[in-house]
T-cell receptor, first 115, second 107 residues
């Protein structure tokens, strides 16, 4: 059974940092690209970043470029999102997405950026 | 980026109704189209992946078809627990993009 469990969210002040994690199981993690997607309060779903199956390439939404870094550890079936220089507008629930159809499977982790 | 246009954005229906939601992509996306149901305060729940494949545990009253740029989600005999917001998502090309959502409310 495919599972993706996000963690690491919390409340942080503007300018602060957080590291999100996504524990994946039930599929062959190391052959799929993995994504982060977020949903701000009352808004739709927004793609954030992707990392290639082997970690050799990363791409980011313009809104997070230069501040967020996606990474993965295929030996542990883990995906990460290092978020620096956080802004109020980064407040959202963050989900990981992956497998062949790049689907969201988890419950997400809440990130709140507030002073 | 591939734009996903979902319609209608709001739908009022009664229990037992047949409901259809459409999603149009700005370019051909093959079978790389997923559908989610989201209830207030909860995570999106995967209903359909790869255009027409029902996710395990999802009731058979949900079905979907499509190809090229046009896709539809149908709910036969709407149940009280189906009142929610529905999103389509393309995974043909990065960045992943989503429709704006269809809120299904009780008439």
């Amino acid at each position: 059974q495919v599972q993706m469990v996000e963690s690491g969210g919390g409340v942080v002040q503007p300018g602060g940092s957080l590291r999100l994690s996504c524990a994946a199981s039930g599929f062959t993690f190391n052959i799929y690209g993995m994504h982060w997607v977020r949903q701000a309060p009352g808004k739709g779903l927004e793609w954030v970043a992707v990392i290639w199956y082997d970690g050799t390439q990363e791409f980011y939404a313009d809104s997070v470029k230069g501040r967020f870094t996606i990474s993965r550890d295929n030996s542990k079936n883990m995906l990460y999102l290092q978020m620096n220089s956080l802004r109020v507008e980064d407040t959202a629930v963050y989900y990981c997405a992956g497998q062949e159809m790049a689907t969201i499977r988890g419950q997400g982790t809440q990130v709140t950026v507030s002073s | 980026d591939i734009q996903m246009t979902q319609s209608p954005s709001f739908l009022s229906a009664s229990v037992g109704d047949r409901v259809t939601i459409t999603c149009r992509a700005s370019q051909s996306i093959g079978h790389y189209l997923n559908w989610y149901q989201q209830k207030s305060g909860k995570a999106p729940k995967l209903l359909i992946y790869g255009t027409s494949n029902l996710q395990n545990g999802v009731p058979s009253r949900f079905s979907a078809i499509g190809s090229g740029t046009d896709y539809t989600l149908t709910i036969d005999s709407l149940q009280p627990e189906d009142f929610a917001t529905y999103y389509c998502q393309q995974s043909y090309r990065t960045p992943l993009t989503f429709g704006g959502g269809t809120k299904v409310e009780i008439k």
